[in-house]
């Protein structure tokens, strides 16, 4: 069982620079000999993998990366100089292939492996390469050629580091769908009727991490009611758990409680796995209300819950800079 996180991007490397016709200029001599030098090689695409990456994240903001052109030849059989090489970093993982044909070109596995994905043109040939016996003054020169350009699809298997779970109803979609900035594909998911919902949340150092709403938990899940004790089992590979409580339910605080039973029942250490707590639709409770519920939940569990709403945005913010200290500690 696994996600998948896709992109498709556009990679074209740099042309060739052209060759160029020039003569020596000598004192006296009226035509020197042919002097024109090569154009520069095109840059090349490279992907590269990089280890504090996770997600695909950075390909669904900019799609098309171009290298640098290759510079025209000079005078005195200068070369121009090659373009410069373009390098597109990606997550270790992913895979890598040409969206038309379905061809895999490769995958990076290692930190810092790279793979050519285009390469650039061939820089064309200058006149001083066109001087035989039979022609003392060539005027022929070559242009530089196409760099490669390459309709790309990557892919990367995926793993939810934050799993967020609670009742049915009690916000888990919604909120998921408001923190986060992509929503990758859900893939080889046994389950037709109820699978997760998957969103790459991005932290402030710019990378994702992947939250899943793990629908389906119910009260008898972890004996086996519903599909509950599959995602249990899901659940057990996150890092962290956001457990959501909704605000407006008739009894906020037996909810808790049928999550932690589901938790403690199911075992395998769920029941310990670092876990916020968190109030959602805030903003459907009044001040008063909202201290007294944290008070009861105090009380019931030791625990501070946060209080949030998809709705205002408000408090998720400070649910977002626990996840990631949390996970960083
Ligand atoms: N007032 C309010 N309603 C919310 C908020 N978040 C979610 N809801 C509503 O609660 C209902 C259940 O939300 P959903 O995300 O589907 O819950 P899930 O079953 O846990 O995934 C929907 O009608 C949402 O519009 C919130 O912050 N405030
Ligand atoms: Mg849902």
Same mark, same amino acid.
């Given at each position: 069982m696994h996600f998948i996180d896709q992109a498709r991007i556009t990679v074209k490397a740099g042309r060739g620079g052209d060759g160029i016709v020039a003569f020596r200029r000598e004192k006296y001599v009226p035509a020197g000999g042919p002097s024109g030098g090569d154009g520069g090689n095109g840059g090349n695409i490279i992907l590269k993998a990089d280890a @504090? *990456?996770?997600? !695909? !994240?950075d390909f669904k903001f900019k799609q098309i990366f171009l290298a640098e052109d290759g510079k025209r030849g000079g005078p005195n059989k200068r070369s121009g100089s090659a373009g410069k090489d373009s390098i597109l970093r990606v997550p270790p993982g992913t895979e890598v292939r040409d969206l038309s044909t379905g061809i895999i070109f490769g995958d990076l596995v290692d930190d810092e492996e790279t793979l050519v994905i285009a390469f650039g043109g061939r820089g064309g040939a200058g @006149? &001083?390469? #066109? !001087?035989?016996n039979r022609n003392r003054a060539p005027e022929k020169f070559t242009e530089g050629k196409e760099g490669e350009e390459w309709l790309l699809q990557l892919e990367l298997k995926l793993l939810a580091e934050v799993g967020i779970i609670g009742? /049915? @109803? &009690?916000g888990k979609s919604t909120l998921i769908s408001s923190i986060s900035a992509a929503q990758p594909k859900v893939a080889d #998911? /046994?389950?037709?009727t109820l699978i997760p919902n998957l969103g790459v949340v991005q932290r402030p150092s710019g990378d994702g991490t992947l939250f899943a709403d793990i629908p389906g938990l119910i009260s008898g899940a972890a004996k086996g009611a519903g599909l509950g004790h599959d995602f249990l089992r899901h659940i057990q590979r996150t890092k962290l758990l956001i457990h959501l409580v909704d605000a407006s339910s008739l009894d906020p605080l037996q909810d808790i409680g049928v999550i932690e039973k589901e938790l403690s029942e199911y075992g395998h250490g769920l029941i310990s796995r670092t876990r916020i707590l968190a109030v959602s639709?805030?903003? *459907? !409770?009044?001040k008063e209300s909202q201290q007294a519920l944290l008070d009861q939940i105090f009380q019931q569990t030791s625990r501070k819950p946060i209080f949030i709403s998809a709705v205002t945005q408000d408090g998720l913010g400070e649910l977002l800079s626990q996840v990631w200290e949390k996970l960083d500690s």
């Open positions: @504090n *990456l996770q997600t !695909l !994240l @006149n &001083a390469r #066109y !001087l035989s009742l /049915p @109803n &009690a #998911y /046994p389950f037709t639709k805030k903003e *459907l !409770l009044d």
